[in-house]
């Protein structure tokens, strides 16, 4: 797959990193993810390291193509998940919040869940080809693992996985102010 943005928005490349008491280096990201709004960042399919809510990360926001010198680090005050099983797709989303805004922003108009969950069918599942076909300056990270599963059992059980495409793009939507009717 292409590391390139799809639209003409400006590419923004995420990752996300353990928060380290006394900082230093970020070492290898845990994940890479979507920057949704200045202050939420979603994190496609995400692995098991970021099943808790109660560990701080870090998540590194750059331009991309670039050389990281024009990059920020912002810590994340929350973590919230969602999951869908139905509509013929099987995915999963972290969503975090920024403590502080990044100062790369979002310029791209609101979305419906409709919408959202539209495209999320077209492109079965796939979040990254979701989010650069509305518009976002999304960089698919080359070599991407298979997404994991591990969250279908574990959200099952809390009863928080979504029948069909729609009520998902409603909780990931909300959560990371996309849509329009939750802004």
Request: a negative charge; charged letters at 20%; glycine letters at 10%.
């Amino acid at each position: 797959m292409s590391t390139q943005p799809t639209t003409d928005a400006p590419a923004v490349a995420v990752t996300v990193h353990p928060a380290r008491r006394g900082g230093g280096e970020l070492g290898k990201p845990l994940a890479h993810g979507i920057l949704t709004s200045a202050e939420t960042v979603l994190v496609p399919d995400p692995p098991e390291t970021l099943a808790s809510p109660w560990k701080r990360y870090l998540v590194r926001i750059s331009r991309s193509p670039g050389d990281g010198k024009d990059s920020q680090a912002v810590l994340s005050g929350g973590l919230s998940l969602s999951a869908v099983n139905g509509d013929g797709i099987t995915a999963a989303a972290a969503v975090l919040t920024l403590v502080s805004p990044s100062r790369f922003g979002v310029h791209v108009e609101r979305v419906s869940p409709a919408r959202l969950a539209e495209s999320l069918v077209r492109h079965h599942g796939d979040q990254w080809a979701v989010y650069a076909e509305l518009g976002f300056g999304v960089v698919r990270p080359e070599g991407l693992a298979p997404p994991e599963k591990w969250w279908l059992d574990a959200l099952t059980a809390d009863g928080d996985v979504s029948s069909g495409a729609e009520e998902y793009e409603e909780r990931t939507c909300c959560s990371s102010r996309t849509c329009s009717p939750c802004t």
